[in-house]
């Protein structure tokens, strides 16, 4: 086992910033060699802020440095297949940020790469870390639920469309909207919680209502409002719900960038026989059981982690030891055939067989 890596960062974002720089810069087994971003001042910014690592333009100066045992992309959309692909035959190890691609084509020929490569490849689907998804895993494992037979997401929130105008609402970078940028975590999260069950039928409907006539759309904040452009283009998805029977559960869901109704809605209902749960996305739970003919809710007290820390770290250990881990591509393109599926059954207005 090697023991301490060599990675680059590819792109300085937001994501990178605030995730996977901190995460390597705190682990003994990695070395930041190099900060990439096509925008000048990020990759230098990023150099002198951490104090190490060499600011560098363009990924393809680094594909054949020998030295360089592993990359995280940390990039819009529309270039994840192109660089993890690149870096994987480069002999490199690959964390790629979610989702996996714009579309399932891509998302396969990452996969196929990796494997025809024996390089690893997760993708940064990271609630499969976090304390409290593990622990309702944990809990219907042990069949406290029962048999989990339908489980429902919601991701909505008033009005929160990112960067309108911009890349994340440009379907050629982006790939989709809401469902992409924010649905990708809540069913990824449902598929590992139950198991990773194969989907066998989706029906689907995407909107593009409110941010659709970008100089009227109305809002007090909004993230990455650098990329904001009043007459820029907005061709995604800001609403979309779904249907997905399952060899699990049947999985039901409602999620918008934006809509016109002012209430928190951020949650997972995991459904069972004998119990349910109800997860806070990105916080605690609560359980509901039956108990000798009691009904009793309760809220478990736990040690809470940062779950982007702990996908990084656990994809250093991966490369050092060579072994696949539970964001494998594998497990993520599962995540992929639904949501392609999901677009589909929209634009075709009718039920997709997978």
């Not at 196929?112 to 593990?134: H, M, W």
């Not at 072994?323 to 929209?346: F, G, H, P, W």
Request: charge should be negative.
């Amino acid at each position: 086992m090697k023991n301490k890596i060599n990675v680059a960062v590819i792109g300085c974002g937001n994501i990178a910033n605030g995730a996977h720089i901190p995460a390597y810069m705190a682990s003994e087994h990695a070395n930041i060699k190099y900060f990439c971003d096509i925008i000048p001042e990020r990759a230098d910014a990023a150099v002198e802020r951490n104090g190490c690592g060499k600011a560098v333009y363009n990924y393809k100066e680094i594909l054949d440095d020998p030295d360089l045992d592993a990359v995280s992309i940390c990039v819009h959309n529309n270039l994840h297949s192109v660089m993890s692909i690149d870096f994987m035959k480069a002999g490199k190890d690959v964390l790629c940020e979610k989702p996996a691609a714009r579309i399932l084509s891509e998302a396969l020929e990452m996969q196929k790469v990796s494997y025809e490569t024996d390089r690893i490849l997760s993708i940064g689907v990271c609630n499969r870390y976090g304390a409290a998804v593990n622990k309702i895993k944990e809990l219907i494992d042990q069949g406290v639920l029962g048999e989990v037979y339908h489980v429902y997401a919601s991701f909505r929130a008033y009005r929160s469309i990112p960067g309108l105008g911009g890349a994340f609402t440009t379907h050629a970078e982006s790939g989709g909207g809401a469902l992409i940028d924010w649905g990708v975590h809540y069913l990824d999260l449902v598929e590992y919680v139950c198991g990773d069950p194969q989907p066998l039928t989706v029906s689907g409907e995407a909107f593009c209502k409110l941010g659709a006539d970008i100089p009227k759309y109305t809002f007090t904040r909004m993230w990455a409002q650098q990329d904001y452009d009043p007459d820029g283009t907005c061709d995604v998805d800001d609403s979309v719900t779904g249907l997905i029977r399952t060899t699990g559960p049947v999985i039901t869901f409602n999620g918008a960038w934006a809509e016109n109704i002012d209430e928190p809605g951020t949650f997972i209902d995991f459904i069972g026989t004998k119990g349910g749960i109800r997860h806070q996305y990105m916080d605690g739970f609560t359980l509901y059981t039956e108990q000798n003919g009691m009904l009793m809710k309760t809220v478990p007290t736990f040690n809470k982690n940062y779950m982007h820390r702990d996908e990084v770290l656990d994809f250093v250990e991966c490369v050092r030891s060579h072994t696949r881990n539970r964001n494998d591509i594998s497990n993520a393109i599962l995540t992929s055939k639904i949501m392609q599926a999901v677009y589909d059954s929209s634009d075709a207005h009718r039920e997709i067989t997978l």
